[in-house]
């Protein structure tokens, strides 16, 4: 086969179907290995389709791994949450794409069997054809269309509002992590929402609090503190999942926070504390608007 290989071409789709499907960066990863050895084994010049039959394959992977870490995630202790993921600050502009791979959404599609999720994830994100996909799953085409229109009901009644202005987002995401930075107390307050809720993922590894937090005063007073708890920390804006978050290092113990805004205030704090979750935070950015 001539010109760039299909693999290498389609690399950052495959990792993007299979992190959307798990979860979880390393292993998307290593799905994608694998998909890559199962790749190299073929002839390449007698595959018609090679997006089609590498998406099936990853698909497989990640079915697979998604089965499989379905008694480890029961075992988790405390909240679980979605590994966050750098992004380049031009997936933004792709809105599709950043909503499809925000914390938000991942945790929705949490909810969903592991069929259901590949379904929706190569539906309704992708944009696969019904018959791609019945490939990929083992099901039929008539199968997978009943498939895609529950899991697209269920995400739809749990779907977060999203924010598209993403200058608006950014500025308010700023003022916050200013407040946070400097134990404003009442900056923070302006910046959080009514009903606001903030969760930790610590896996039992990790010093964090054990429950959701919520209401504006509960949570602010908690962050007003930062300083005193992280002495010497920085705070910093990076690009998680598609939307502006924060990356924090105190005293090298890092930490990962997602933020959800609606109505121009924050609503949602996701703190991941994990460090196994975290050994991405200083690379570069793995996703980027090529897809």
Do not use: C
């Not at 379905?70 to 993921?85: N, Q, S």
């Not at 914390?103 to 909810?111: F, G, I, N, S």
């Not at 590894?205 to 930062?226: C, D, M, S, T, Y």
């Not at 910093?236 to 924060?246: K, Y």
């Amino acid at each position: 086969m001539s010109g760039a290989d299909p693999f290498v071409t389609h690399r950052n789709l495959l990792f993007t179907v299979a992190y959307e499907m798990l979860g979880s960066a390393a292993d998307a990863e290593d799905v994608v290995q694998e998909t890559w050895l199962r790749w190299d084994g073929v002839d390449a010049a007698e595959v018609r389709d090679p997006r089609a039959y590498l998406v099936r394959i990853v698909t497989r992977q990640a079915l697979n791994r998604l089965r499989s870490l379905a008694r480890r995630r029961e075992d988790y202790v405390g909240e679980w949450l979605p590994e966050p993921l750098l992004t380049a600050p031009d997936v933004a502009e792709d809105v599709e794409l950043a909503e499809s791979v925000s914390m938000a959404m991942l945790t929705v599609l949490e909810t969903l069997g592991p069929t259901e999720r590949a379904v929706f994830v190569l539906r309704e994100v992708f944009d696969t054809p019904y018959d791609e996909i019945a490939a990929a799953v083992d099901k039929t085409p008539a199968a997978v269309r009943q498939i895609a229109v529950r899991a697209r009901n269920h995400v739809a009644a749990r779907r977060p509002r999203v924010d598209v202005d993403r200058t608006e987002q950014q500025a308010v995401v700023e003022r916050f992590l200013e407040a946070v930075r400097g134990g404003d107390l009442q900056g923070l307050l302006d910046a959080l929402a009514p009903d606001v809720v903030l969760l930790a993922d610590h896996g039992g590894v990790a010093q964090a609090i054990r429950k959701p937090l919520h209401g504006p005063e509960p949570v602010a007073r908690l962050l007003a503190n930062f300083a005193v708890f992280a002495p010497g920390g920085t705070v910093e804006s990076v690009w998680l999942n598609g939307a502006p978050g924060a990356r924090i290092d105190a005293r090298g113990e890092l930490t990962a926070v997602s933020l959800e805004i609606e109505d121009g205030r924050i609503s949602r704090i996701l703190v991941i504390r994990n460090p196994a979750k975290l050994t991405a935070l200083d690379a570069e950015a793995t996703l980027s608007r090529d897809r």
